[in-house]
């Protein structure tokens, strides 16, 4: 088979929506998450079903991923 237009059509897509993103809500999501981190206070992420695994790995990107770069652990 040749899925080569349907992955074509899919690729448009998610540059469509990455498009579609605010980069200052992002920073300011950022800015939050590390002026958190820098009050050592309490993050806490989110989700049930599906989600509650999509959040389980945020945080763990967070322990494992970027906590071993910095020296104030999330």
Do not use: C, P, W
């Not at 992002?26 to 959040?55: F, H, P, W």
């Amino acid at each position: 088979m040749n899925y080569a237009d349907a992955i074509k059509e899919y690729i448009e897509l998610e540059i469509s929506v990455l498009r579609q993103i605010d980069a200052m809500e992002v920073n300011a999501l950022m800015d939050a998450i590390e002026n958190a981190r820098q009050k050592d206070a309490a993050i806490y992420i989110m989700g049930n079903g599906g989600s509650a695994t999509t959040a389980s790995h945020f945080v763990n990107d967070f322990n494992k991923g970027i906590s071993e770069y910095i020296e104030q652990k999330f």
